[in-house]
């Protein structure tokens, strides 16, 4: 089992399975993994299982996409001025029955780049193609999807991918993210999700 480590001056404070969903990283109290350094963005970076691989997204400030860039084992990334986090296997031995022959039930998912976000309805309608970045939804001009709608939040929420399918996270957004009717602070979507911010129905298609 692969874990990602949190370390202050090199020595480790806590370890994170990387597992299914994406894991926020960032100063703000509501990241996964919260860094106390005053040189870290509330919302600093996210660390993705995709594709085999374990990926990194710097969430820039402004809007601005950043490229993923590979996370390898055993190399440390700095995270201010004295964190940073390391993908390493865990020592740590998970017990459970040894002889279970029971197979786990496959559910067909599907990459983000077959999934299409549709905002809107009739002609008004947009469909914007996800790919392996993540998307952020908000009323602010900066974002990737921009929503004009009073009641939307400038950085209301965001689309995650990761190895298993799509994630969505509130970013602290005033008025709540509901996904098919119940409010979300993180959630994973799947085609045909509705997925409300403000008074607009988003669906994934």
């Given at each position: 089992?692969?874990?990602?480590?949190?370390?202050?001056?090199?020595?480790?404070?806590?370890?994170?399975?990387?597992?299914?969903?994406?894991?926020?990283?960032?100063?703000?109290?509501g990241c996964d993994i919260?860094?106390?350094d005053a040189?870290?963005?509330?919302?600093?970076?996210?660390?993705?299982?995709?594709?085999?691989?374990v990926m990194l997204h710097?969430?820039?400030?402004?809007?601005?996409?950043?490229?993923?860039?590979?996370?390898?084992?055993?190399?440390?990334?700095r995270?201010?001025?004295?964190?940073?986090?390391?993908?390493v296997r865990s020592e740590r031995v998970r017990l459970g029955p040894a002889t279970s022959r029971t197979e786990p039930l496959g559910v067909e998912l599907g990459s983000a780049a077959e999934i299409s976000l549709l905002v809107g309805s009739g002609t008004e309608a947009r469909r914007i193609p996800l790919d392996a970045l993540p998307l952020t939804i908000g009323s602010?001009?900066?974002?990737?999807?921009?929503?004009?709608?009073?009641?939307?939040?400038?950085?209301?929420?965001r689309?995650?991918?990761?190895?298993?399918?799509?994630?969505?996270?509130?970013?602290?957004?005033r008025n709540g993210t509901h996904v098919d009717g119940v409010a979300i602070e993180l959630a994973r979507v799947l085609p045909g999700s509705v997925i409300r911010v403000?008074?607009?129905?988003?669906?994934?298609v």
């Open positions: 089992m692969e874990v990602l480590v949190l370390r202050y001056r090199g020595e480790p404070l806590r370890e994170f399975p990387l597992g299914s969903r994406p894991l926020e990283v960032g100063s703000g109290a919260v860094v106390h040189r870290v963005r509330e919302r600093h970076l996210l660390v993705s299982a995709i594709g085999g691989s710097e969430l820039r400030p402004g809007g601005k996409r950043a490229p993923l860039r590979a996370l390898e084992l055993g190399f440390p990334v995270i201010g001025l004295h964190h940073s986090i390391e993908r602010g001009s900066r974002n990737d999807v921009v929503i004009h709608d009073r009641t939307v939040s400038g950085r209301h929420c689309l995650e991918p990761s190895a298993d399918g799509l994630w969505l996270r509130d970013l602290g957004s403000g008074r607009t129905n988003l669906r994934l």
